[in-house]
């Protein structure tokens, strides 16, 4: 299956275990300048508070001045595109670095700007690479691909502009082949440690080569693959503007509203897998109290009241299930008020067990595809029984309670890849897919 959004996407291939079921593999166009209008009005920047209120809390740590200061100019990013370059990374490394307030230039080494990239997504970039050949970037990144980055190395204007760099001691970094197949025949991985895509590997001297997800040796930063974009585009957020930066943008807020009736075994299993991710997840209850009553008769504190965060944003929000805890979800009038704002602002969302069922009703899995428990499916349009996790898009779900691990995994695939999810897997003692 192959999802895109600007940040995140999942493998095509139909996993043993969480019996993905493949949705919505079209060829799409991005615009990237549009892509970045998107993310400065419609999203907010990662935050570890649950607290952040639109249009209160803003995260600009290079344009902010006093009446008598002089504007820091923006740092300048390079992210070359061409035929063949891996769409997960290309995006991943434009959206965060947007994010935390770079402004980035989607540059095509083809002779035209639409390109199509390894998964069949289309990408247009923002300028032809000749453009840019005089300019001075604080950041070049390359993302990864076959034969994209084939493609950029052989691009003699952007190997001119990243020698540059390279010479005058300004950041530059590569993930996946670009670190073995680019930048290696310009002779710019010289007394670098170097990490890229397994497949690779090989290609780097055994005594550079290290097998860490991200390396950092001096101005160069590289990275295994499209599981390791996110980590990566944060750890070059950081060298560019700061930890604090980097801590902010690196991690997603997430809700999981509950209710008197809510099934324990899924809130718990979600709020758990979610936070050993290091996602920071909001626990809000839509009744009076903080204190919920589960189906199965667990008390459950959530960490505020629905109306206290009617106003934040989230990156994803998921509906636990229960017959009981379902029903009262949809009578949230606050809580449906998040979910539409969730879907027309183009943010993940979805539900487990009884729960799609309320995603139905509110009109919110219009001509895509989910799953539920077999006492509400029939109350779907496209309802599908033979897969415990479904993803479409933006819209997750999954069966029930003996799926919430599975649920809870995939999610965190969606939103950081595999790798995370495998190494979450592993803390859990879970048989996380190999392939």
């Not at 760099?165 to 300004?170: F, M």
Request: charged share 20%; aromatic share 4%.
């Amino acid at each position: 299956m192959k999802s895109i959004s600007p940040l995140f996407s999942v493998s095509s291939a139909k996993s043993p275990i969480f019996n993905f079921i493949p949705i919505s593999h079209t060829l799409t166009s991005l615009k990237f300048a549009a892509l970045h209008q998107r993310n400065s009005s419609t999203m907010k920047p990662y935050s570890k508070s649950a607290k952040i209120v639109s249009g209160t809390h803003t995260l600009d740590p290079i344009t902010t001045s006093t009446s008598t200061a002089t504007p820091t100019p923006p740092k300048k990013v390079l992210v070359p595109i061409g035929f063949g370059t891996e769409e997960m990374e290309a995006v991943i490394l434009a959206d965060v670095l947007r994010r935390a307030g770079a402004e980035v230039t989607v540059a095509s080494v083809e002779q035209q700007l639409e390109i199509e990239a390894s998964g069949g997504t289309r990408l247009v970039a923002d300028v032809f690479i000749s453009v840019c050949s005089t300019e001075t970037f604080d950041l070049v990144a390359l993302p990864g691909g076959m034969p994209g980055s084939a493609r950029l190395r052989d691009c003699e204007v952007l190997q001119k502009i990243t020698s540059r760099q390279a010479e005058q001691k300004r950041l530059y970094g590569a993930i996946c082949a670009a670190p073995a197949v680019t930048l290696l025949p310009w002779g710019l991985l010289k007394r670098k440690q170097i990490t890229c895509h397994p497949a690779f590997i090989d290609k780097i001297s055994s005594f550079r080569a290290v097998k860490t997800n991200t390396q950092v040796s001096g101005e160069l930063t590289t990275s295994r693959g499209p599981g390791t974009s996110f980590e990566f585009a944060v750890c070059l957020v950081e060298q560019l503007f700061g930890e604090p930066v980097a801590r902010e943008i690196g991690e997603l807020l997430v809700l999981i509203p509950i209710a008197n009736g809510s099934e324990d075994i899924e809130v718990v299993t979600l709020i758990d897998v979610l936070r050993r991710a290091k996602v920071n997840v909001v626990v809000a209850s839509v009744e009076k109290s903080a204190q919920v009553l589960a189906s199965s008769g667990t008390k459950i504190v959530a960490d505020k009241l629905i109306n206290a965060i009617s106003d934040s944003i989230y990156d994803l929000i998921i509906l636990p299930g229960g017959t009981t805890g379902a029903e009262r979800l949809h009578k949230s009038k606050i809580l449906k008020k998040l979910l539409k704002e969730q879907e027309s602002a183009g943010r993940i969302f979805g539900a487990i067990c009884s729960s799609p069922a309320v995603l139905q009703k509110q009109g919110l899995i219009k001509d895509k595809k989910a799953t539920a428990h077999p006492d509400v499916l029939d109350k779907l349009k496209d309802g599908l029984n033979d897969a415990q996790v479904v993803i479409d898009g933006k819209l997750i779900t999954s069966q029930g309670l003996a799926t919430a691990t599975q649920f809870a995994l995939a999610i965190v695939s969606k939103l950081f890849g595999h790798a995370r999810a495998r190494s979450v897997a592993e803390g859990l003692v879970y048989q996380y897919p190999k392939s």
